[in-house]
């Protein structure tokens, strides 16, 4: 069994009831945890690669944040602020070069990352409540960015192919967002600005473009759905 070397971990708690755990058993990585401003937070940091850096930052209360690193040369960060929130990000063994990132601003709010490919990044931001965002990269070169602001959205997006582009955009209550990329080389873009409305993107075929924009105008209960499984189709749905 290989020993852990050249590890860095730092912790800094600065108020009362919050738990920290960091478990280095790779080598070379840095990990560190910030607790400041609120009580009963937990995070976890767990290394078993190397070369990895894990950053948490805690300044609510009750929030809970995990970061498990098993691959090589990635990065993972999460920042939280306000109550109740679940931040969670698993990079892979196997799963090299990735970087993901979260943030945080609101109450009741679940954000996961998972990262089983390599050359891969994810970002989630949620400024608002009781949101749920979730991305899972199984591939490598992918990217996929999700921006809640507002309550009660939900945003999914799983990569499977090689070299996608998702993104995310959700401005107000109670939407629907779900990009599903099987295939290779597609971007799928989602606007959601009014509430209650629902899009779907399903690409199984290469080199394609879909792009869904909802509510510009406050139009709200819409429907949208792409299916792109052909190559080098471009779709446009807009509903104001």
């Not at 990569?159 to 597609?186: E, F, H, K, W, Y």
Request: charged share 5%; hydrophobic share 25%; net charge negative.
């Amino acid at each position: 069994m290989a020993l852990s070397s050249g590890n860095d971990a730092d912790q800094i708690q600065t108020n009362n009831n919050n738990t920290a755990l960091i478990t280095q058993s790779g080598s070379l990585s840095d990990a560190t945890q910030t607790q400041g401003g609120g009580t009963f937070n937990d995070a976890e940091a767990t290394q078993s690669g190397i070369n990895n850096t894990a950053s948490q930052s805690q300044s609510g209360s009750d929030n809970t944040a995990d970061i498990t690193q098993a691959g090589d040369d990635s990065s993972a960060t999460q920042s939280q602020t306000g109550i109740d929130n679940t931040a969670s990000i698993t990079q892979n063994l196997g799963s090299d070069n990735n970087t993901a990132a979260q943030t945080q601003l609101g109450d009741l709010n679940v954000a996961s990352i998972t990262q089983s490919g390599s050359d891969s990044d994810a970002t989630q931001t949620q400024t608002g409540n009781s949101n749920t965002a979730t991305i899972a990269q199984s591939s490598a070169n992918n990217s996929a960015t999700q921006s809640q602001t507002g309550n009660l959205n939900t945003a999914t997006a799983t990569q499977s192919g090689i070299d996608n582009n998702s993104s995310q955009t959700q401005n107000d209550n109670g939407n629907s967002a779900t990009v599903l990329q099987t295939g290779n080389t597609n971007t799928a873009t989602q606007t959601q600005s009014a509430g209650t409305n629902t899009a779907t993107a399903t690409q199984s075929g290469n080199s394609n473009i879909s792009t869904q924009t909802q509510g510009d105008l406050g139009g709200t209960g819409n429907i949208a759905s792409v299916i792109q499984s052909g190559n080098s189709n471009t779709a446009i749905q807009t509903q104001n």
